[in-house]
Every structure is written in structure tokens, then in C-alpha cells.
């Protein structure tokens, strides 16, 4: 069930509010239990073949999470190995294990008949947020007694499929309060107005692009070599897609939060704007990359055991980190590039200090501006490989973009192909551009939204009203085309 349809729009979602405010006016226990029944329906509506999965796992977890609250010394370590263990071997098994056997076919010269394994939707999420669960159980920051709180924690369906990755202490005290069950006017109005952001971001300005990436990655993959402009132009409408694609998913999921009066934290800060790659990684996916940060790279020594252990702990975080968003060399090779750029961007930062050159530079706007170029045009390089179905047709965008265009080349060859006017995307990519680094993000637009719906009552019905409208019309959009497409990050 997809936020972008009339299903879930018009039919699952006022059904889902209206229970939980009605359950939640007498018995806020109840509400808690029905949103948590009705979050694990929305995923079974996706994938029911994989519904015992997801609950059983939230019971493996919740189950572990209590031995390793109640333990205490090396017990309380044995139960947290075993915890985490199960959970990287269960995501190993469904995400990697393809992966692992066409290597091991193409080393062996073999082919071992062996059937595909389907992904379940949501299980990097998932599971991601349950060992963060007991790491912070066995730290002793948190302890979870109540299984449907615990449930709902896990399960809550606006961040269930895609994240954000979330924290235990994050969530609980939301949960526990009992305002969050009571009707709020101000935080639906605000909630759904973020909501219709998200949808705009999403049915308008990804998937308008998409099909100027599609038009280039594609044929590329399947052997063909583009001309510079067009590569270029590819490059740059993945990049404006995937960014609207996943921060609108973001937006509609703290939209939807807000209507319940429940806070997600916010993913997205403007990543297009940052000056460098460690502000670039602030930004960006905001949810993972604390997580990246506190259960992986400070566990390794973080910055802790000198510059060469830090470069390493950076390089092994970011590869992780690739591989956990597919089961490719791909994403190896995106993650090991931003693993890269953090090394150049640290050491360059080490050494402008070390010549007492950082206060000028960050004062200067020309080098501002370069910073900037240098930042974006190093993310745009990384997402050819992370957009690309083979490092062969990665590796072909690249040498166009970089200007080397084997002799031979039709000059857009791929646009005439698929019935496209380059100056149609170059337009696309010149708004979503200026869009992404000049206007103002969700995250302020959404907090000025809920102080003026808190300030000004009187506001509240107009904008609730705009926002419907405007939520109907764009999901009428979306029903009446040939086809809808699903948001990118699900596929992680």
C-alpha cells in the first residue's frame, strides 16, 4: 500500500485516525494496540508471505531485549552477541545470500540451480532499528516492559517500510504520553500540509524526472555509450530524483506522524547545500548515518586512536554502509567512494588548520562556492554508481562524464531513442536545483506550519482544507497514470 494512493489516502488512513483517537479518549492502551495491529496490516497488505517474519522478529528481540535488561555481567554481553547475531544473520540470509552465490557462480565457472530469495520490504529498516534497541538496553539508556509498546515501536507504519531508522528513547516517551491520545487540530492541520509537501515531492518533481535518468541509465547498462551532455543530464536528474524521492517519502511519513501526534526525526537538512562531505553526510539520510556513527564508527575507535585508525574506521563505516543499501559491488564501490572523500575532506581540513588557513577560507565566499561545486559535483559522481544496475555501465557514465567518448558515438542517440528533448530535462534539472539549494526544507517549513497552526486557530480550516484538496488532486494524478512507481528506498 503506497502513501501516493487512493487506497491508502481516502480508505486505510481515516480509518486507522479515527480508531486511534476514539480507542485512545477511554483507553490509550487499546489505541496503542490498534495502531500497532493496523501498522502490521499495511505491511502485511505489501507483503503478508513475510508478516510472520516481522513478527517474529519483534518477539526474538523484544524476548532478547528483556534477558539482557535483566542479566547482569558477561550474561548480559552473550545475550547482546546473540541478539545481534540473529538479526545480521536473518538480514544476511535475505539480502546477501543471492549476492554471495552469483559471485560464487562466476568464480567457479558453476551454476548451482539454486531459486531466487525474495527481499522482504522494510527488513534493512527493521532490523537496523531493533539492534539499536539492544545496544541501548545493554548500555542501560533503555528498557521496554510492555510488548505492544514495543511492537508498535518497531512496526509503526509511517516509518516502517523506509525509516527513518529509529531509537527506542526516541519513541517511548511518546508513547507512554498520554496526549498523543487525544485529537490535536494543530498537529493534524500541520501534519497533513507536510504530508501534501511530501506528495508534491514525490508524484510531481520524482517521478517528472524520472524518466530523464531512466532514458540515460538504461540503454547504458544494456551496453550503450552516452555522449557528455547526456550523461551528465542523467546524472543530475538521478540526483534531483532520488533526493525528491526519499525526503518526500520522509515528509509524508512526518506528516502522517503528526497526525497521530507523534515526532519522527527529520531525515532530510537540504544535503544539496553542504560545503563539504562530512556537512554533506549531516544532512543526508540523517536517520542511517547517526547510526552508521554510533554503532559502527565509534565502536571501531572513531577518532579516538589516531589519524591512520580513523581514515580506516571511516573507509570500513562507509563500505558497511554501501553494502547495506544492496547487494551489489555497486554499492561497494559508492560507499568505498564516499569512504574516500571523508579521508581527502578530513586531511585537507587537517591540514588548513595546521597552516592556520581555516578561518580564511571559511570566511571567503569564492572558496565557499568551490567548496560547494567541489561537494555536489563529488556527490553526483558517487550516485552513477549507486544509480547503475552494472559497474560496466557505471563505469561507461563516468568516462562520458569525464569527456572521454569513445569514437563512434551518436550525439544523443538516447534521447531520440526514448522520444525526449534534452532541453526539457536540462530545464527539470535546472529547477529542482535551484529547489534544493535555495528554498527553504520541510523541516522549517513544517515547524513554522505547527507554530502558526498552535498561534492562529482560526488558520487551521482553510489550510486543512487547501491540503486535502491538494492531496486529492495530486493522487488523482497519480491514479490516472499508465502506472505508479514505488519509492526508491523500498528496494533497500
Known amino acids: 500500500m503506497l502513501f501516493t494512493t487512493a487506497t491508502f489516502s481516502f480508505l486505510y488512513l481515516p480509518i486507522v485516525l479515527i480508531g486511534f483517537f476514539a480507542l485512545g479518549r477511554h483507553t490509550p492502551a487499546l489505541a496503542a494496540l490498534w495502531l500497532f495491529i ?17 513478527l517474529g522478529s519483534i518477539g526474538v528481540n523484544f524476548f532478547t531485549g528483556q534477558r539482557i535488561a535483566t542479566r547482569q555481567g558477561p550474561a548480559r554481553s552473550t545475550w547482546l552477541v546473540v541478539g545481534i547475531v540473529l538479526n545480521l544473520a536473518t538480514l544476511a540470509y535475505f539480502k546477501y545470500a543471492n549476492f554471495f552465490i552469483d559471485n560464487l557462480e562466476a568464480l567457479l565457472g558453476a551454476d548451482f540451480q ?12 527493521y532490523t537496523f532499528t531493533q539492534i539499536a534497541y539492544l545496544v541501548d538496553t545493554w548500555q542501560g539508556k533503555v528498557r521496554e516492559a510492555r510488548p505492544v509498546h514495543y511492537g508498535l515501536f518497531v512496526t509503526f507504519f509511517p516509518h516502517l517500510i523506509a525509516g527513518p531508522v529509529l531509537h527506542h528513547a526516541q519513541m517511548m516517551p511518546q508513547f507512554t504520553n498520554p496526549a498523543v491520545y487525544r485529537f490535536n487540530a494543530a498537529h493534524c492541520t500541520a501534519g497533513l500540509a507536510i504530508f501534501c509537501i511530501g506528495l508534491f515531492k514525490k508524484i510531481v518533481l520524482a517521478d517528472g524526472i524520472a524518466p530523464y ?18 550523461a551528465w543530464i542523467g546524472a543530475l536528474a538521478y540526483t534531483f530524483q ?10 509524508m511519513a512526518i506528516g502522517l506522524s503528526w497526525m497521530f501526534n507523534i515526532r519522527l526525526p527529520f531525515n532530510f537538512d537540504s544535503p544539496y547545500k553542504a560545503l563539504n562531505i562530512s556537512d554533506f553526510w549531516r544532512r543526508w539520510h540523517i536517520s542511517l548515518s547517526t547510526f552508521l556513527r554510533d554503532y559502527l564508527y565509534v565502536p ?7 589519524r591512520v585508525r580513523r581514515y580506516l574506521n571511516l573507509g570500513v563505516t562507509m563500505v558497511l554502509g554501501g553494502l547495506w543499501h544492496g547487494a551489489s559491488w555497486s554499492f561497494v ?3 568505498a567512494m564516499h569512504g574516500v572523500y571523508l579521508m581527502l575532506n578530513h586531511a585537507f581540513r587537517a591540514l588548513t588548520e595546521k597552516l592556520g588557513w581555516r578561518a ?4 571567503s565566499v569564492a572558496f565557499r562556492l568551490l567548496a560547494w561545486l567541489l561537494t555536489f559535483l563529488s556527490v553526483v559522481a558517487a550516485w552513477v554508481l549507486f544509480r547503475a544496475e552494472t559497474l560496466q555501465g557505471a563505469s561507461r557514465m563516468l568516462q562520458s562524464m569525464a569527456g572521454w567518448i569513445p569514437q563512434g558515438t551518436d550525439p544523443g542517440l538516447l534521447w531520440w531513442n526514448a522520444g525526449l528533448q534534452p532541453w526539457v530535462a536540462i530545464g527539470w534539472c535546472a529547477v529542482l536545483g535551484a529547489a534544493a539549494v535555495f528554498l527553504s526544507n520541510s523541516n522549517q517549513i513544517g515547524e513554522r506550519l505547527l507554530v502558526s497552526m498552535q498561534a492562529r486557530p482560526t488558520w487551521r480550516a482553510p489550510l486543512a482544507g487547501a491540503a486535502l484538496a491538494s492531496a486529492v488532486a495530486l493522487i488523482v494524478v497519480n491514479t490516472t497514470r499508465s502506472s505508479s512507481s514505488a519509492f526508491i528506498y523500498f528496494n533497500f
Open 360 to 363: 580564511a577560507l571559511d570566511a
Open 333 to 335: 564501490l559508492w560507499g
Open 38 to 54: 493496523a501498522s502490521v496490516f499495511f505491511y502485511g497488505y505489501w507483503m503478508p508471505e513475510f508478516t510472520l517474519l516481522l
Open 114 to 125: 539454486v531459486a531466487r530469495i525474495i527481499l522482504p520490504i522494510g527488513i534493512s529498516f
Open 300 to 306: 571501531l575507535g572513531g577518532n579516538r586512536k589516531g
Open 242 to 251: 532520488l533526493y525528491f524521492d526519499f525526503s518526500g517519502y520522509s515528509d
Open 213 to 230: 535518468a531512466d532514458a540515460v541509465f538504461a540503454p547504458v547498462d544494456a551496453g550503450a555509450h552516452p555522449d557528455m551532455v547526456e
